[in-house]
C-alpha cells in the first residue's frame, strides 16, 4: 500500500479545513449540523481527524529512520528526551486505528496502524520474569522505566482494537499477555482498607491502589472474554470493576483517585476513570447478558455527564482524558443509545477546535495539566495531539 506522504496530507487537510471550516459551514443554514455543532455530517469530523493527524506526523512522528517513535514534545528543547515515554506512543498508535477505520479514506493509514505496533515492541521488557511494557524505551534507545500497570492496560486495549481491525490474532496474544503483566498489580492484603484495588506501578516503593488502573484493567479483561471466552478473564474483569465500584465510587459517575495504602483517600475526579467503568459495565452488560450491568453503565452515564457538563469541567480536563470518556460513552451508545453522549462531545470538539488549535501549525495546545484554555507558548504534545484525532475520528465514526 502506498502512503500519502505528510506534507501532502497536510496540504489536503488545510484546503478541506478552508472549504469546511466549522461544522455550521459545512452543512449550510438549512441543513443539519446549520445550527448546532453536534449535529455536524461525518465528514466534517472525518477531514477534521484528517488535518490533526497529518500535524502530528509532520510535527512530532520522527520517521522509518528514528525506529518509527515520535517526539513527546515539539519543539524539542535542550535535555529533554529524544522520544516520547510509552503512554504518548499509545496514544499516537490509537489514532492510527482510528485514522484507519474512518469511512472511505481509512484504508490510507493501515500502513501507519501497523507500524505503531511494531514499535511498540521497543518499550517491552522482558525483565528477570516481571516483564512488562517500560514507560521509557528500554536500551539501547533509552534508559527504561518502570512498569505502570495503567500504562500496560492501555496498551492492551488498544492491541485489541487492531486485532479487531485486522484479525492478527498475533496482537490479541500480546494482550492477553498485558493481562498477565496488570494481574499482578492487583493488591488482595487483607490488613489493608478495602482490601484489593490495583497497584499502579509495579515497585516498592508503590503506596495506593488507583482507579485508573482497576477500571482499565477490567476493561481489558472484559473485552478479552468478549473474544476468547476464557472465564479466568471474566472473573478477574468483575472483580476489579466491583473494586472500584464498592472502594472509590463517590458517586454515580463519578470515581475518587485512588486510595493509599495507609488509609487516605485521594477525591481528585478524573473523566477517564468515568469512562473506564462506564465501558466495562456496557462490556460486561453485551457479554453476560445481565441487566444489571447495564443499568449501572447508564446510572454512571448519566451521572458523569450532569457532573462534567457544569462549568469549564470537561475543557479543563486533560483532552486524552476526555478521549478515553469519550470513547466509552460510544460504547455505552451501542447498548443503550442517548443522542446526549454525543452530543456532549461535539460540543467539547468543536470548542477545542476553535480555541485550542494554532491554524499555522494545525498543533493543539493546552496547559500543563493537558486541558484548559490555549496557550500559544506551549509545547505541542503526541499525548493531546493524538487525544484530539481519536475525539474528531470518533465522532466521525459514530453509530447513531
Known sequence: MVKTPARTVIALAVL????????AAAAGPDEPG???????????????????YASLQEHLYQGADEHGLYLEKTPRKDGENPYSYLWPFREAAAAAVDMSELPGTGKRYADDADERFDTLELYFNPRDGR?????YLPAPLGQGGDVFYDDNAVVGLTLLDQYRA??????????AGTFDIVSRGWDGDPAKECPGGMDWVDSPSNDMRAANVTGLAAQ????????????????SAKQWYEWNWSCLRQSPGLYNNSRGDDGTVNTTLWTYNSGAMIGTAATLYRVTGDDGYLKRAVE????????????????????IFNAIYFDNLRLLNEVRPDREYREVAAAYAERTWKENRTPADG???????GGGDHDPDAQAETLEQSAMVQIFAGLATYRR
Not at 16 to 23: D, F, K, L
Not at 300 to 319: I, M, N, V
Not at 363 to 369: A, D
Open 16 to 23: 478541506c479545513t478552508a472549504v469546511w471550516g466549522t461544522p
Open 300 to 319: 454512571d452515564g448519566e451521572g458523569s455527564l450532569a457532573y462534567w457538563k457544569q462549568g469549564e469541567r470537561l475543557h479543563d480536563q486533560p483532552a
Open 363 to 369: 498543533l493543539f495546545r493546552f496547559q500543563p495539566s
Open 131 to 135: 516483564p512488562g511494557y517500560d514507560s
Open 220 to 235: 481489558l479483561a472484559a473485552e478479552l472474554y468478549e473474544i476468547k471466552h476464557d472465564e479466568r478473564f471474566l472473573a
Open 166 to 175: 485486522t484479525g492478527d490474532a498475533a496482537l490479541l496474544d500480546r494482550a
Open 34 to 52: 446549520g445550527s448546532q455543532s453536534s449535529a455536524a455530517p461525518a465528514s466534517v469530523w472525518s477531514q477534521r481527524a484528517t488535518a490533526t
